[in-house]
């Protein structure tokens, strides 16, 4: 599998604003969905935002209107920009890639380590 890595996570005051990057090793072009899902202490894993080769996006409704997913093929790098920010939005965030490209995901080949973002005063 080709490693995806991530970074960006970290502390911040409600309504702060975090990026997260996921880079993976090969070239992104290879795959046609990307995003993140996130997962709560004791909560399932669920989606947060997914973008395909072509730009389209697509996100959970909490977080619409305060995220930005995009991709930068050159760098072989997908962002999420998360504005915002709320408690609520504390978890462990986990970037994936996949071949298809479909509206909401239908498949996961690649998962990243995780990266944690905690929302507090």
């Known amino acids: 599998q080709v490693p995806l890595v991530e970074s960006g996570g970290g502390l911040v005051q409600p309504g702060g604003s975090l990026r997260l990057s996921c880079v993976a090793s090969?070239?992104?072009?290879?795959?046609?969905?990307m995003g993140w899902h996130r997962q709560a202490p004791g909560k399932q894993r669920e989606l947060v935002a997914q973008?395909?080769?072509?730009?389209?996006?697509n996100y959970t409704d909490s977080v619409k209107g305060r995220f930005t997913i995009s991709r930068d093929n050159a760098k072989n790098t997908v962002y999420l920009q998360m504005n915002s920010l709320k408690p609520e939005d504390t978890a462990v965030y986990y970037c994936?890639?996949?071949?298809?490209?479909?509206?909401?995901?239908?498949?996961?080949?690649?998962w990243g380590q995780g990266t944690q973002v905690t929302v507090s005063s």
């Open positions: 994936f890639a996949g071949i298809v490209a479909s509206l909401p995901p239908r498949r996961y080949d690649y």
């Open positions: 090969g070239n992104i072009r290879n795959f046609n969905s």
């Open positions: 973008i395909t080769s072509s730009g389209s996006a």
